[in-house]
């Protein structure tokens, strides 16, 4: 655990695909991406904590 993340060789290429394409944005369309990106990073994560609560029974309506 002591050893850093890295990124796969997919994943190394998926990033520099993506900075090409924003390097090719506007600055407002970067903008605009940016703000889009954040809200689907904020929903996935409330995806992942309701996915979390239901598979450890907590919550709302608790599994018995």
């Given amino acids: 655990m002591n050893e850093p993340m890295q990124l796969s060789l997919e994943q190394q290429f998926n990033l520099?695909?993506?900075?090409?394409?924003?390097?090719?944005m506007s600055r407002e369309q970067a903008q605009q991406f940016l703000v889009?990106?954040?809200?689907?990073?904020?929903m996935r994560e409330t995806m992942y904590k309701?996915?979390?609560?239901?598979?450890?029974?907590?919550?709302?309506?608790?599994?018995?």
Avoid: A, D
Avoid at 16 to 24: I, K, L, M, P, W
């Fill in 50 to 64: 309701q996915f979390l609560k239901h598979e450890w029974g907590i919550g709302p309506n608790p599994q018995m």
């Fill in 16 to 24: 520099r695909s993506f900075e090409t394409q924003v390097n090719q």
């Fill in 36 to 42: 889009k990106l954040y809200e689907q990073m904020m």
